[in-house]
């Protein structure tokens, strides 16, 4: 991922083109996406890669660093552009909400086998424990039953 973001950087800085640039953007949103599914990436890997995918997503959508000159944008424009931030923030907002629901479910699971070891470690400790007096118990009984003949 750091390589991937690396050779965004300088694309991005070698470039004025945009088209160069939503195209070094979908590059790293598709690497992003990858470290996202990959089975071995850890909780926090994933948290990174998914921001990463959701700000490249959203900067090629909304298509930031365009520096071409624009008439005046009417009152449509404007509510147009503040509609779409807002669909886009709610998208954010549910991405970051799945993130937490998940991260809710993993420390969920790892409590449950905490709870599972601790339980099967009082269970050994119990069948020892009767283990070891039934021993006694029989190494008693067996001393009893024991008859000395003395003739």
């Not at 069948?127 to 003739?151: C, G, M, P, T, V």
Request: a positive charge.
């Amino acid at each position: 991922m750091g390589a991937a973001c690396r050779e965004h950087d300088i694309t991005c800085s070698r470039s004025k083109d945009l088209t160069k640039r939503h195209v070094a953007d979908k590059i790293l949103a598709e690497e992003a996406r990858k470290r996202i599914t990959m089975k071995d990436s850890t909780l926090g890997k994933r948290a990174a890669a998914t921001v990463v995918w959701v700000a490249m997503k959203t900067k090629t959508k909304i298509g930031m660093d365009l520096k071409t000159k624009k008439k005046k944008p009417t009152k449509r424009q404007i509510l147009s552009k503040q509609n779409a931030l807002v669909s886009y923030l709610f998208y954010l907002l549910g991405v970051f909400s799945s993130l937490v629901s998940g991260a809710a479910e993993v420390a969920k699971a790892i409590n449950n086998n905490k709870a599972v070891q601790r339980q099967l470690k009082k269970l050994k400790r119990h069948n020892a424990r009767h283990e070891w007096s039934w021993s006694l118990s029989r190494s008693i009984q067996a001393i009893r039953n024991y008859k000395i003949k003395i003739d």
